[in-house]
Structures are given as C-alpha cells and as structure tokens.
C-alpha cells in the first residue's frame, strides 16, 4: 500500500464509466508575499528601545571581564539577529529579489550640511525611546536607498555619564544617517566598581563583541562626552587609522600634542588586528591613547587627520578623572 503524505492531494485518474463526482472550487491562490524593505517596519517604540536597551545595564548584558560589561545585546537580537535573519548583506539582498538593483552610496554623501548648530541638551533617554523609527532592533541602521560603503561599529567606553550619553545619541544618529554608514552604537560599561576606569580595555571588549554580531570593517573608537562641528568629518577608515578629534574646543580648537591618538579615533578591522588591540594595562584616565600611537607607528603605519576646520569637537562638561600616573 502507498503510503499518502499528509497535505499533498493525488491526481485521480478519469473515469469514462463514472460520471464526474462534483468538488468545491479550488480556493484561490494567496497573494504574493510583500516585498522587503530595508527600511525597518518595526514601530518607533520597538526599533528605538531595543537601541536604548543595549545602552543600559539589563539582565540580558554579558559579563566579558573583570567589572566590565558589554552593553550592545539583547534577547530578543540574538534571538532574531535584527529583521535580517544571519545580518548578511547579500542575503538581505536575495530576500530583495535578483532583480532588483540597489546602487552603490556615493563616496561623499549628497545630504551633508557641513557646519552644526551643536546642542548640549537633549530629550531624555526615556523620551527618545518613541523615536527612530529607521533603526532595526538593536540600534542598527541601513540605508535603504543605496548599498553602504562602510560597516561602522561605534564604540563608546562608558561609566556614569547617562546624560553625556543621552545628548551625544541625541546628536550623533542624525549624522551617521546622513553619512549613509551601515552602523550600530556599542556602548561598552565598566561596572561602578572601585577599580579606576580602563577605557583601552573597554574598547577592546567593544571591538570584540562587535565582531560577534556583524562583520564590521571599521571601528570608530569614540567618548562620550565629544560631539562632532561638522558633518563633513566622515565616520569611516581609510588605508591608514584617523584621529578625528583634531580640534576640540576646550584646547582652544587646536592639538594639545602632534602624537595624540585619544578621544575620537577611526581604525578599520584589519588595522586594530595588526596592532593587537589596546592595552589592557592602564587603569585610570590617560596612557592606553598614547600607547596605541606607538603601536601603530611600530606595525608601519601612519596617523591621519582631517583639516582643523573639519575635525571640530564640543566637548561637554564632566568631573575630571583621576590621572593614571603611568601616562
């Protein structure tokens, strides 16, 4: 006897002698599925919590080394991995179909303004949780009207400074936006310990996680409380690493020193792999900066600025950390 499946109906074979049993109508066909959009559906709530969730402490977070803890997953991402199954691009684009031809983002965005009217204020966290409608769950973002050139993982090294955070979320979104970047926001938060703060170490967790969820091709290593002028200076990496910060305004908008490496700095994957990383030595405020320059030096390359008029920085006001004596 053959065996029937379950859901699969048999062709019968006409009968001359019978006459034709009478059947229902076949139903008919369901309609083509939606096409996707790169443009997250989600709603604002959704899109924006899950982004604001990866910057607060949740039950969700890991523990990745001595009271540092990475902020940046949430059940729910590493349940779904976004809207976009594994986060691969190509596969993103076969759910788009063969026949649909997304060009490349220019190398200069259309949508720059150059100069910004730079705010120290901002809604609160709670507040822009209804915003940002455009991020997928977990703060990610991709542009829907062109292929992006660059993959940025932006990370921030954090210890009690949620309204710095709130401000700097508040200002720095747009920008990315307009830069066309396939990005996603790490905070990364070392634990009100009494240990001293050690951003070199914070910054390699950061790194490390991002690798995990994404493949990013450039780190933009970034503190929190350094809000950009001017839209022109690109979050991207180039064939050599970037000190962006090159003009802040409380050094009088000029280099406190020509070998400086600290506050906002772009590397590409490849680079911080060659150069192994920051040290995880310095505990307190200053030294891991100055010893990625020698690092880079020592794997032969050389250190990038943009114009001063381009690399412009506000920085907002905060306690003055305790210097780490070996800087």
Known sequence: MKRRVLGQVRPRKPDENKPESRRPPAPPPPPPPPSVSRRSSSSGRRSSWKNVNALHTLSANKTTAEGVTVIGEVEEWKRKKFDYGPLQEQELLGQLGSSTEIPLCPAIPPDLVGELQVEKTSPTLSVQETGHVEL??????????????????????????????????????????????????????????????????????????????????????????????????????????????????????????????????????????????????????????????????????????????????TMLTHKKERPNPRR
């Open 136 to 313: 997928t769950p977990g703060g990610h973002f991709i542009p829907y009207e062109c292929e992006p050139r660059h993959k940025v993982a932006l990370i921030i090294p954090f210890r009690n400074r949620e309204e710095h955070l709130s401000v700097f979320l508040y200002h720095i979104h747009p920008i990315l936006q307009r830069q066309q970047l396939d990005y996603t926001i790490f905070v990364v938060e070392q634990s009100t310990s009494r240990r001293k703060f050690n951003r070199g170490m914070l910054m390699n967790v950061g790194a490390q996680e991002a690798l995990r969820q994404y493949p990013y091709n450039c780190f933009i290593f970034h503190d929190v409380d350094l809000l950009p002028e001017n839209d022109r200076n690109l979050y991207t990496c180039s064939d050599q690493p970037r000190h962006m910060s090159v003009a802040v305004d409380v050094f009088k908008y000029k280099l406190p020193y020509e070998d400086i490496f600290g506050g906002v700095s772009a590397m590409s994957v490849r680079q911080f792999e060659a150069v192994n990383g920051f040290s995880n030595k310095f505990w307190g405020w200053g030294g891991e900066d100055d010893d990625m320059h020698n690092r880079i030096h020592n794997a032969g390359y050389l250190i990038s600025r943009y114009a001063s008029r381009v690399g412009r920085y």
